[in-house]
């Protein structure tokens, strides 16, 4: 019976020796394994940095829809008119008229 029945290869045992028998193999091997590593490595970086790209850019929208309301607004506060009936109604300000001004002469 032992001699009918045959012993089978185990496979990690034989790629094992494979490989410390060809040390070619087992550099190529291991400089495969760590290239596989850092290709993952690097395309989670980028996509670490694609991602904060777009909320900085998401974030430069908004600060320039901010600025360009600030910018009309400025626009309206600085309205000639404006300012003159501000001055008119609230504050009871009128153009002074001839008899209103006094000229001063410095010696």
């Avoid at 490989?19 to 190529?28: G, V």
């Avoid at 590593?37 to 904060?52: E, P, S």
């Amino acid at each position: 019976m032992n001699a009918g029945k045959q012993r089978q290869p185990n496979l990690f045992a034989e790629i094992g020796y494979y490989i410390i028998a060809n040390k070619l193999t087992a550099f190529l091997l291991l400089t495969i394994l760590i290239s596989a590593l850092a290709v993952v490595q690097i395309t989670h970086l980028t996509r670490q940095q694609l991602i904060q790209q777009d909320e900085l850019l998401q974030q430069r929208d908004e600060l320039d829809l901010q600025w360009r309301y600030l910018v009309v607004e400025e626009e309206f506060y600085s309205q000639h008119a404006r300012i003159e009936e501000i001055a008119k109604m609230q504050l009871e300000m009128k153009r002074p008229t001839s008899k209103d001004e006094q000229v001063i002469v410095l010696p």
